[in-house]
Protein backbone atom coordinates (compact mmCIF):
# COMPACT_ATOMS: atom_id res chain seq x y z
CA UNK A 1 0.00 0.00 0.00
CA UNK A 2 1.13 3.40 -0.64
CA UNK A 3 2.29 5.41 2.67
CA UNK A 4 1.39 8.57 1.20
CA UNK A 5 -2.34 7.11 -0.03
CA UNK A 6 -5.00 9.61 1.28
CA UNK A 7 -8.04 8.05 1.12
CA UNK A 8 -9.95 10.56 2.93
CA UNK A 9 -7.62 13.66 1.32
CA UNK A 10 -7.89 15.02 4.48
CA UNK A 11 -3.86 15.63 4.68
CA UNK A 12 -2.70 18.78 4.63
CA UNK A 13 1.15 18.43 4.16
CA UNK A 14 0.80 15.43 1.07
CA UNK A 15 4.18 14.40 0.92
CA UNK A 16 4.53 13.82 5.01
CA UNK A 17 4.18 9.89 5.37
CA UNK A 18 1.31 8.75 7.71
CA UNK A 19 2.13 7.25 10.96
CA UNK A 20 2.03 3.65 10.96
CA UNK A 21 -1.53 2.68 12.33
CA UNK A 22 -0.80 -0.37 14.22
CA UNK A 23 1.89 -0.98 16.18
CA UNK A 24 4.67 -3.18 15.41
CA UNK A 25 3.70 -7.08 14.47
CA UNK A 26 5.84 -9.17 17.10
CA UNK A 27 6.62 -11.41 14.11
CA UNK A 28 8.56 -8.50 12.76
CA UNK A 29 10.13 -7.40 16.03
CA UNK A 30 11.10 -10.54 17.69
CA UNK A 31 12.14 -12.50 14.31
CA UNK A 32 14.30 -15.30 15.69
CA UNK A 33 12.34 -16.76 18.65
CA UNK A 34 15.72 -18.54 19.65
CA UNK A 35 18.07 -15.78 19.73
CA UNK A 36 15.48 -14.02 21.59
CA UNK A 37 16.54 -10.27 20.54
CA UNK A 38 14.78 -7.45 18.63
CA UNK A 39 15.09 -5.88 15.49
CA UNK A 40 16.47 -2.72 16.44
CA UNK A 41 17.00 -1.65 12.79
CA UNK A 42 13.13 -2.32 12.40
CA UNK A 43 12.45 -0.78 15.53
CA UNK A 44 14.38 2.35 15.17
CA UNK A 45 12.50 2.83 11.68
CA UNK A 46 9.24 2.58 12.68
CA UNK A 47 9.63 4.51 16.02
CA UNK A 48 11.05 7.28 13.54
CA UNK A 49 7.52 7.39 11.26
CA UNK A 50 5.67 7.74 14.89
CA UNK A 51 4.76 3.92 14.85
CA UNK A 52 3.99 2.50 18.52
CA UNK A 53 5.10 -1.04 20.14
CA UNK A 54 2.03 -3.07 21.49
CA UNK A 55 2.37 -3.45 25.41
CA UNK A 56 2.54 -7.11 25.16
CA UNK A 57 5.97 -6.39 23.77
CA UNK A 58 7.18 -3.86 25.59
CA UNK A 59 6.62 -5.84 28.59
CA UNK A 60 8.80 -8.55 27.16
CA UNK A 61 11.31 -6.27 26.37
CA UNK A 62 11.49 -4.38 29.52
CA UNK A 63 11.49 -8.09 31.27
CA UNK A 64 14.38 -9.28 28.65
CA UNK A 65 16.38 -6.11 29.61
CA UNK A 66 15.40 -6.02 33.51
CA UNK A 67 17.88 -9.87 34.02
CA UNK A 68 20.69 -7.95 32.10
CA UNK A 69 20.78 -4.72 34.43
CA UNK A 70 20.19 -7.18 37.90
CA UNK A 71 23.47 -8.96 37.26
CA UNK A 72 25.35 -5.67 36.60
CA UNK A 73 26.98 -4.89 39.85
CA UNK A 74 26.70 -1.19 41.08
CA UNK A 75 30.08 -0.10 39.75
CA UNK A 76 30.95 -1.75 36.07
CA UNK A 77 34.55 -1.41 34.23
CA UNK A 78 34.77 -0.55 30.79
CA UNK A 79 37.59 -0.22 28.27
CA UNK A 80 38.00 1.51 25.38
CA UNK A 81 37.36 1.93 22.45
CA UNK A 82 33.95 3.75 24.14
CA UNK A 83 31.72 6.29 23.42
CA UNK A 84 30.33 8.02 26.48
CA UNK A 85 26.64 9.70 26.21
CA UNK A 86 25.14 12.43 28.55
CA UNK A 87 21.63 13.50 28.88
CA UNK A 88 19.25 12.81 26.17
CA UNK A 89 15.89 13.44 27.98
CA UNK A 90 13.01 12.00 25.52
CA UNK A 91 15.00 13.54 22.56
CA UNK A 92 14.41 10.55 20.46
CA UNK A 93 15.16 11.93 16.98
CA UNK A 94 18.35 13.64 18.40
CA UNK A 95 19.24 10.47 19.69
CA UNK A 96 18.73 8.55 16.09
CA UNK A 97 21.57 11.25 15.15
CA UNK A 98 23.66 10.65 17.86
CA UNK A 99 23.84 6.93 16.87
CA UNK A 100 25.25 7.76 13.28
CA UNK A 101 28.99 6.55 12.35
CA UNK A 102 30.02 10.15 12.01
CA UNK A 103 28.72 11.07 15.93
CA UNK A 104 28.47 8.55 18.28
CA UNK A 105 29.05 5.07 16.42
CA UNK A 106 27.23 2.52 14.86
CA UNK A 107 26.06 0.18 18.37
CA UNK A 108 27.11 -2.66 15.86
CA UNK A 109 30.38 -1.87 16.17
CA UNK A 110 30.68 0.49 18.82
CA UNK A 111 31.00 0.45 22.80
CA UNK A 112 28.40 3.05 24.81
CA UNK A 113 27.89 3.94 27.74
CA UNK A 114 24.60 6.04 28.96
CA UNK A 115 25.10 8.72 31.91
CA UNK A 116 20.87 8.87 32.30
CA UNK A 117 18.45 10.71 32.39
CA UNK A 118 16.71 9.25 29.28
CA UNK A 119 13.71 10.50 30.12
CA UNK A 120 11.53 14.06 30.94
CA UNK A 121 11.35 17.21 29.58
CA UNK A 122 11.09 15.82 25.80
CA UNK A 123 8.55 13.79 24.51
CA UNK A 124 9.72 10.47 23.19
CA UNK A 125 11.00 9.29 26.13
CA UNK A 126 9.05 6.14 25.63
CA UNK A 127 10.82 5.57 22.20
CA UNK A 128 14.27 6.58 23.31
CA UNK A 129 13.14 3.63 26.35
CA UNK A 130 12.67 1.13 23.52
CA UNK A 131 15.64 1.70 21.24
CA UNK A 132 18.09 1.37 23.78
CA UNK A 133 16.80 -1.65 25.60
CA UNK A 134 16.22 -3.32 22.11
CA UNK A 135 20.15 -2.28 21.55
CA UNK A 136 20.97 -3.41 24.64
CA UNK A 137 19.30 -7.10 24.09
CA UNK A 138 21.32 -7.30 20.92
CA UNK A 139 24.75 -6.25 22.42
CA UNK A 140 24.97 -7.02 26.10
CA UNK A 141 28.37 -6.41 26.57
CA UNK A 142 28.96 -3.32 24.57
CA UNK A 143 26.21 -1.06 25.64
CA UNK A 144 25.70 -0.14 29.33
CA UNK A 145 23.05 2.69 30.93
CA UNK A 146 24.06 4.28 34.27
CA UNK A 147 20.94 6.00 36.43
CA UNK A 148 20.22 9.54 36.80
CA UNK A 149 18.20 11.50 38.88
CA UNK A 150 15.38 11.24 36.51
CA UNK A 151 14.81 7.79 36.37
CA UNK A 152 13.11 8.09 39.50
CA UNK A 153 9.51 8.18 40.56
CA UNK A 154 9.36 11.71 42.29
CA UNK A 155 11.11 13.38 39.18
CA UNK A 156 9.12 11.43 36.47
CA UNK A 157 5.69 12.25 38.10
CA UNK A 158 7.02 15.76 38.17
CA UNK A 159 7.73 16.56 35.17
CA UNK A 160 6.48 14.74 31.93
CA UNK A 161 7.49 11.22 31.93
CA UNK A 162 4.28 9.55 33.67
CA UNK A 163 1.75 11.71 31.54
CA UNK A 164 3.18 10.20 28.38
CA UNK A 165 3.24 6.46 30.02
CA UNK A 166 -0.43 7.40 30.22
CA UNK A 167 -0.96 9.08 27.36
CA UNK A 168 0.83 5.94 25.40
CA UNK A 169 0.40 2.77 27.53
CA UNK A 170 -1.01 2.89 31.37
CA UNK A 171 -0.39 2.90 34.88
CA UNK A 172 0.97 -0.24 35.08
CA UNK A 173 3.68 0.72 32.29
CA UNK A 174 4.76 3.30 34.30
CA UNK A 175 5.33 1.50 37.41
CA UNK A 176 7.11 -1.23 35.24
CA UNK A 177 9.39 0.98 34.02
CA UNK A 178 10.22 2.68 37.19
CA UNK A 179 10.69 -0.80 38.91
CA UNK A 180 13.50 -1.32 35.53
CA UNK A 181 14.78 2.07 36.69
CA UNK A 182 15.81 1.02 40.15
CA UNK A 183 18.37 -2.18 37.94
CA UNK A 184 20.33 0.62 36.76
CA UNK A 185 24.10 0.73 37.52
CA UNK A 186 25.40 3.72 39.44
CA UNK A 187 28.88 4.26 38.13
CA UNK A 188 31.62 3.29 35.92
CA UNK A 189 35.70 3.18 36.00
CA UNK A 190 37.29 3.46 32.27
CA UNK A 191 39.92 2.18 31.75
CA UNK A 192 41.05 2.09 35.22
CA UNK A 193 41.85 6.17 35.19
CA UNK A 194 38.03 7.83 34.57
CA UNK A 195 35.23 7.46 36.95
CA UNK A 196 31.99 8.00 35.32
CA UNK A 197 28.67 9.17 37.41
CA UNK A 198 25.70 11.11 36.18
CA UNK A 199 25.78 13.96 39.17
CA UNK A 200 28.65 14.29 40.83
CA UNK A 201 31.13 13.17 44.08
CA UNK A 202 29.91 13.00 47.78
CA UNK A 203 31.32 13.53 51.07
CA UNK A 204 30.28 10.29 51.95
CA UNK A 205 32.00 9.04 48.89
CA UNK A 206 35.96 7.87 49.93
CA UNK A 207 36.54 4.98 47.83
CA UNK A 208 34.40 3.30 45.27
CA UNK A 209 33.89 -0.01 48.02
CA UNK A 210 31.40 2.67 49.58
CA UNK A 211 29.54 2.81 45.87
CA UNK A 212 29.72 -0.95 45.89
CA UNK A 213 27.90 -1.78 49.15
CA UNK A 214 25.05 0.38 48.39
CA UNK A 215 21.45 -1.43 47.80
CA UNK A 216 20.61 0.13 44.64
CA UNK A 217 17.18 -1.44 43.79
CA UNK A 218 15.11 1.33 45.11
CA UNK A 219 13.69 4.99 44.58
CA UNK A 220 16.56 7.29 45.80
CA UNK A 221 16.59 9.04 48.83
CA UNK A 222 16.69 12.69 48.88
CA UNK A 223 20.57 13.01 50.52
CA UNK A 224 23.50 10.78 51.46
CA UNK A 225 25.82 8.85 48.83
CA UNK A 226 23.05 7.63 46.84
CA UNK A 227 21.43 10.74 46.03
CA UNK A 228 25.15 12.65 45.68
CA UNK A 229 25.69 10.19 42.96
CA UNK A 230 23.16 11.67 40.92
CA UNK A 231 22.44 15.05 42.08
CA UNK A 232 25.61 17.17 43.00
CA UNK A 233 27.43 19.32 40.70
CA UNK A 234 30.78 20.85 40.45
CA UNK A 235 31.29 24.31 41.49
CA UNK A 236 31.32 27.59 38.76
CA UNK A 237 35.46 27.53 38.25
CA UNK A 238 35.63 31.07 39.72
CA UNK A 239 34.42 29.44 43.13
CA UNK A 240 36.52 26.49 42.96
CA UNK A 241 38.27 26.45 46.59
CA UNK A 242 35.51 26.02 48.83
CA UNK A 243 35.53 26.46 52.56
CA UNK A 244 35.64 23.22 53.82
CA UNK A 245 35.37 21.76 50.27
CA UNK A 246 31.86 21.17 50.62
CA UNK A 247 28.96 23.31 49.97
CA UNK A 248 25.02 22.89 50.21
CA UNK A 249 23.60 22.79 46.59
CA UNK A 250 20.82 25.40 46.42
CA UNK A 251 20.43 24.86 43.14
CA UNK A 252 19.13 21.75 43.26
CA UNK A 253 17.59 21.99 46.52
CA UNK A 254 19.44 19.12 47.58
CA UNK A 255 22.89 17.41 47.59
CA UNK A 256 26.47 19.49 47.29
CA UNK A 257 28.80 21.76 45.36
CA UNK A 258 32.07 20.16 44.69
CA UNK A 259 35.15 22.33 43.87
CA UNK A 260 39.14 20.99 43.09
CA UNK A 261 39.71 20.41 46.62
CA UNK A 262 37.04 17.78 46.93
CA UNK A 263 38.03 16.23 43.32
CA UNK A 264 41.24 15.99 43.50
CA UNK A 265 41.57 14.57 46.99
CA UNK A 266 38.75 12.22 46.02
CA UNK A 267 40.89 11.21 42.60
CA UNK A 268 44.26 10.79 43.94
CA UNK A 269 42.82 8.95 46.77
CA UNK A 270 41.43 6.24 43.88
CA UNK A 271 44.01 6.73 41.23
CA UNK A 272 41.73 8.18 39.14
CA UNK A 273 42.53 11.08 36.63
CA UNK A 274 39.24 12.36 36.14
CA UNK A 275 35.22 12.78 37.27
CA UNK A 276 33.19 12.48 33.67
CA UNK A 277 29.46 13.20 34.40
CA UNK A 278 26.20 14.66 32.92
CA UNK A 279 23.71 16.39 34.62
CA UNK A 280 23.84 19.66 33.30
CA UNK A 281 22.88 21.48 30.35
CA UNK A 282 25.89 23.04 27.96
CA UNK A 283 26.17 25.66 25.56
CA UNK A 284 28.60 23.52 23.27
CA UNK A 285 27.41 20.64 24.90
CA UNK A 286 30.63 19.84 27.01
CA UNK A 287 32.68 21.80 29.60
CA UNK A 288 36.04 21.08 30.93
CA UNK A 289 36.50 22.13 34.26
CA UNK A 290 39.89 23.27 35.10
CA UNK A 291 39.80 25.48 39.04
CA UNK A 292 43.28 26.48 38.00
CA UNK A 293 43.89 27.10 34.22
CA UNK A 294 43.72 25.92 31.18
CA UNK A 295 46.70 23.63 31.09
CA UNK A 296 46.24 21.55 33.92
CA UNK A 297 43.93 18.23 32.73
CA UNK A 298 40.35 18.94 33.59
CA UNK A 299 39.84 17.47 37.24
CA UNK A 300 35.77 17.34 36.02
CA UNK A 301 34.14 16.58 32.26
CA UNK A 302 30.75 17.35 32.03
CA UNK A 303 28.86 15.86 28.89
CA UNK A 304 24.87 16.96 27.72
CA UNK A 305 23.60 15.14 24.53
CA UNK A 306 20.85 16.50 24.26
CA UNK A 307 21.21 19.43 21.59
CA UNK A 308 18.42 22.36 21.64
CA UNK A 309 17.81 20.91 25.06
CA UNK A 310 13.68 21.45 25.69
CA UNK A 311 13.52 23.23 21.93
CA UNK A 312 14.76 26.44 23.30
CA UNK A 313 18.08 26.39 24.68
CA UNK A 314 20.04 26.41 21.57
CA UNK A 315 22.59 24.47 22.43
CA UNK A 316 25.01 21.83 20.67
CA UNK A 317 24.87 18.31 21.92
CA UNK A 318 28.25 15.88 22.38
CA UNK A 319 29.90 12.57 23.00
CA UNK A 320 33.10 11.66 24.64
CA UNK A 321 35.03 9.18 22.28
CA UNK A 322 37.82 7.08 24.13
CA UNK A 323 40.17 5.63 21.92
CA UNK A 324 43.91 4.20 22.04
CA UNK A 325 43.68 6.01 25.26
CA UNK A 326 42.97 9.23 23.77
CA UNK A 327 39.84 11.50 24.80
CA UNK A 328 38.05 13.63 21.78
CA UNK A 329 34.63 15.62 22.15
CA UNK A 330 31.94 14.89 19.07
CA UNK A 331 29.10 17.73 19.20
CA UNK A 332 26.39 17.53 16.83
CA UNK A 333 23.29 19.72 16.13
CA UNK A 334 19.32 18.86 16.74
CA UNK A 335 17.42 17.18 14.43
CA UNK A 336 13.83 18.31 13.49
CA UNK A 337 10.98 16.23 15.50
CA UNK A 338 7.62 16.04 15.12
CA UNK A 339 5.61 18.62 16.84
CA UNK A 340 3.37 17.66 19.93
CA UNK A 341 1.19 19.66 22.20
CA UNK A 342 2.41 20.79 25.75
CA UNK A 343 1.94 18.05 28.10
CA UNK A 344 0.22 15.55 25.78
CA UNK A 345 -3.21 17.38 25.80
CA UNK A 346 -5.58 16.39 22.44
CA UNK A 347 -7.21 19.16 20.38
CA UNK A 348 -10.39 19.70 21.76
CA UNK A 349 -8.41 20.74 25.62
CA UNK A 350 -5.95 22.87 23.85
CA UNK A 351 -8.36 24.99 21.65
CA UNK A 352 -10.61 26.03 25.25
CA UNK A 353 -8.65 29.17 25.90
CA UNK A 354 -9.17 29.89 22.09
CA UNK A 355 -13.06 29.28 22.19
CA UNK A 356 -13.39 31.10 25.56
CA UNK A 357 -11.69 34.11 24.19
CA UNK A 358 -13.89 34.41 21.27
CA UNK A 359 -16.91 33.86 23.47
CA UNK A 360 -15.78 36.60 25.54
CA UNK A 361 -15.28 38.89 22.31
CA UNK A 362 -18.88 37.89 21.09
CA UNK A 363 -20.03 39.32 24.83
CA UNK A 364 -18.48 42.66 24.62
CA UNK A 365 -19.42 43.24 21.15
CA UNK A 366 -23.05 42.41 21.95
CA UNK A 367 -22.86 44.60 24.78
CA UNK A 368 -21.38 47.51 22.83
CA UNK A 369 -18.72 49.04 25.16
CA UNK A 370 -16.40 49.48 22.36
CA UNK A 371 -12.45 48.94 23.00
CA UNK A 372 -11.91 50.19 26.25
CA UNK A 373 -11.04 47.47 28.68
CA UNK A 374 -10.17 49.62 32.27
CA UNK A 375 -13.42 51.40 33.75
CA UNK A 376 -11.65 54.70 34.57
CA UNK A 377 -11.13 54.50 30.45
CA UNK A 378 -14.43 53.68 29.48
CA UNK A 379 -15.34 56.89 26.89
CA UNK A 380 -17.89 59.50 27.20
CA UNK A 381 -20.62 57.83 24.41
CA UNK A 382 -20.38 54.65 27.04
CA UNK A 383 -21.09 57.03 29.45
CA UNK A 384 -23.77 58.66 27.86
CA UNK A 385 -25.65 54.97 27.22
CA UNK A 386 -25.31 54.18 30.79
CA UNK A 387 -27.18 57.38 31.21
CA UNK A 388 -29.95 56.54 28.64
CA UNK A 389 -30.40 53.26 30.11
CA UNK A 390 -30.14 54.68 33.64
CA UNK A 391 -33.18 57.16 32.65
CA UNK A 392 -35.27 54.89 30.70
CA UNK A 393 -35.20 52.38 33.99
CA UNK A 394 -36.06 55.18 36.29
CA UNK A 395 -39.06 55.75 34.02
CA UNK A 396 -39.71 52.49 34.03
CA UNK A 397 -39.45 52.92 38.09
CA UNK A 398 -42.52 55.20 38.64
CA UNK A 399 -44.70 52.41 36.86
CA UNK A 400 -43.01 49.96 39.16
CA UNK A 401 -42.60 48.62 42.83
CA UNK A 402 -39.21 47.38 41.70
CA UNK A 403 -37.84 50.37 40.42
CA UNK A 404 -34.75 50.18 43.02
CA UNK A 405 -33.57 46.71 42.06
CA UNK A 406 -33.87 47.91 37.98
CA UNK A 407 -31.35 50.40 39.09
CA UNK A 408 -29.18 47.87 40.98
CA UNK A 409 -29.34 45.54 37.89
CA UNK A 410 -28.25 48.65 35.77
CA UNK A 411 -25.17 49.25 37.72
CA UNK A 412 -24.35 45.40 37.81
CA UNK A 413 -24.49 45.27 33.98
CA UNK A 414 -22.33 48.35 33.45
CA UNK A 415 -19.70 46.19 36.21
CA UNK A 416 -20.25 42.97 34.20
CA UNK A 417 -19.43 44.68 30.82
CA UNK A 418 -16.63 46.26 32.32
CA UNK A 419 -15.80 42.78 33.68
CA UNK A 420 -15.93 40.88 29.91
CA UNK A 421 -13.78 43.48 28.63
CA UNK A 422 -11.05 43.17 31.02
CA UNK A 423 -11.03 39.17 30.48
CA UNK A 424 -10.65 39.67 26.90
CA UNK A 425 -7.83 41.30 26.90
CA UNK A 426 -6.36 39.17 30.25
CA UNK A 427 -6.97 35.96 28.48
CA UNK A 428 -5.34 36.97 25.36
CA UNK A 429 -2.00 38.46 27.01
CA UNK A 430 -2.24 35.30 29.41
CA UNK A 431 -2.21 32.58 26.74
CA UNK A 432 0.08 34.02 23.98
CA UNK A 433 2.74 34.45 27.51
CA UNK A 434 1.73 30.93 28.42
CA UNK A 435 2.40 29.32 25.43
CA UNK A 436 5.65 31.09 24.72
CA UNK A 437 6.31 29.59 28.61
CA UNK A 438 5.79 26.27 27.55
CA UNK A 439 7.81 26.49 24.66
CA UNK A 440 10.72 28.15 26.66
CA UNK A 441 10.73 25.44 29.37
CA UNK A 442 9.64 22.21 26.98
CA UNK A 443 7.21 19.98 28.95
CA UNK A 444 5.66 22.43 31.97
CA UNK A 445 6.29 20.83 35.08
CA UNK A 446 3.54 20.37 37.34
CA UNK A 447 0.91 22.08 35.16
CA UNK A 448 2.61 25.09 36.60
CA UNK A 449 4.42 28.28 35.09
CA UNK A 450 7.71 29.85 36.92
CA UNK A 451 7.08 32.14 39.37
CA UNK A 452 7.43 35.51 38.20
CA UNK A 453 7.91 34.71 34.58
CA UNK A 454 4.97 36.51 33.17
CA UNK A 455 5.21 39.48 35.05
CA UNK A 456 8.86 39.94 33.14
CA UNK A 457 6.42 40.84 29.99
CA UNK A 458 6.41 38.48 26.95
CA UNK A 459 8.84 40.82 25.18
CA UNK A 460 11.48 39.53 28.11
CA UNK A 461 10.17 35.96 27.07
CA UNK A 462 10.73 35.94 23.48
CA UNK A 463 14.39 37.17 23.69
CA UNK A 464 15.16 34.32 26.16
CA UNK A 465 13.62 31.93 23.89
CA UNK A 466 16.55 32.81 21.79
CA UNK A 467 19.42 33.30 24.25
CA UNK A 468 21.36 29.86 26.18
CA UNK A 469 21.80 31.72 29.51
CA UNK A 470 18.67 33.98 29.24
CA UNK A 471 16.79 30.27 28.64
CA UNK A 472 18.85 28.51 31.25
CA UNK A 473 18.04 31.00 33.74
CA UNK A 474 14.42 30.93 33.54
CA UNK A 475 14.38 27.52 33.51
CA UNK A 476 16.53 26.58 36.35
CA UNK A 477 13.75 26.87 39.13
CA UNK A 478 12.78 23.22 37.04
CA UNK A 479 16.54 22.07 38.44
CA UNK A 480 15.71 21.44 41.80
CA UNK A 481 14.20 18.67 43.49
CA UNK A 482 11.02 18.67 43.80
CA UNK A 483 9.10 18.60 46.99
CA UNK A 484 6.20 16.82 48.23
CA UNK A 485 3.43 19.74 48.11
CA UNK A 486 15.88 23.54 11.50
CA UNK A 487 17.91 21.32 9.46
CA UNK A 488 20.61 18.90 10.61
CA UNK A 489 23.55 20.28 10.19
CA UNK A 490 26.68 18.86 9.99
CA UNK A 491 28.57 17.50 12.95
CA UNK A 492 31.38 19.60 14.19
CA UNK A 493 34.70 17.66 15.35
CA UNK A 494 36.73 19.08 18.02
CA UNK A 495 39.87 17.38 18.99
CA UNK A 496 40.90 17.24 21.76
CA UNK A 497 43.45 14.62 22.07
CA UNK A 498 44.56 14.12 25.89
CA UNK A 499 46.73 10.81 26.28
CA UNK A 500 44.51 9.58 29.37
CA UNK A 501 47.39 7.53 30.93
CA UNK A 502 49.91 10.44 31.13
CA UNK A 503 50.44 11.85 34.59
CA UNK A 504 48.84 15.44 35.36
CA UNK A 505 51.93 17.01 35.71
CA UNK A 506 53.12 16.27 32.05
CA UNK A 507 49.80 17.64 30.88
CA UNK A 508 50.66 21.20 32.11
Known sequence: MDPLKDPANDRHVKTLKPPPHRPLMKSLMFPDKL???????????????EGRVSKEDLCKLVGDCNKLLKNEGNVIYIQDPLTVVGDIHGQYYDLLKLLEPKVGGNPETTKYLFLGDFVDRGSYSIEVIILLYAIKLNYPNTVYFLRGNHECRQLTAFFNFKDECLYKYDQETYDMLMDSFDLFPLACIINSKFIAIHGGISPDLKSLEDIKKLDRYHEPPKSGLFCDLLWSDPVDQDQGNLDGQWKGNEVRGCSWFFGNDAASKFLQKNNLISIIRAHEAQLDGYKMHRWHGGKDFPVVITIFSAPNYCDVYNNKGAVIKFENNTLNIQQFQQTPHPYLLPNFMDIFTWSIPFVAEKVNEILYNLLQVGDQVDEEEVNDEDIKQFKELTQQNKKYDKQSTTGSNNA???????KKIIFVANMIKMQKTLREQSESI??????????????????????????????FNIAKNADIVNEKMPTMTQTPQQSISINKSINSTSSKTKKK
Do not use: F, Y
Not at 35 to 49: A, Q, R, S
Not at 408 to 414: A, F, M, P, S, V
Open 35 to 49: KNKPDWKLLKDHLLK
Open 408 to 414: KNTEKLK
Open 438 to 467: IQLKGACPDKRLPRGVLTAGKSAIMDALAD
